[in-house]
């Protein structure tokens, strides 16, 4: 369950596979989630998958799978009816780089995660 605090809490170990499956289809360069089905996450339009595109290609070093040490950084907080997500992203040269997933999950039942930018923050 996730909290509904000011505080800044780890990943829960429930949603970090989403998060890595997410990792795994920008490795391949699938910035829209079109050709990689992550269940509960919405797809990416495709103004902010050439943005995240951008980003990833103006840091200067390739992505590659998810390091567990991410976790370690790696948070969510609420935020006025949503959590959102700060995820540490892997490159070739750095197990955690600066460079961040940011997404949000709507307080429902069925809501889905929602990947808002990749930047460094």
Excluded: C
């Amino acid at each position: 369950m996730l909290k509904r605090d000011d505080d800044e809490h780890p990943v829960p170990p429930s949603l970090r596979d989403r998060f890595k499956d997410i990792a795994l289809a920008f490795v391949s360069g699938d910035f829209q989630l079109a050709s990689h089905n992550v269940e509960g996450v919405s797809p990416i339009d495709a103004d902010m998958a050439r943005f995240i595109a951008e980003q990833v290609s103006g840091y200067g070093d390739d992505l590659v799978t998810l390091d567990d040490r991410v976790w370690d950084r790696s948070i969510y907080r609420w935020m006025d009816g949503h959590w959102e997500f700060v995820v540490d992203l892997t490159t070739a040269q750095e197990p955690v780089s600066d460079l961040a997933l940011h997404a949000r999950l709507a307080d429902g039942r069925d809501a889905l995660l929602e990947v808002r930018s990749v930047h460094v923050p």
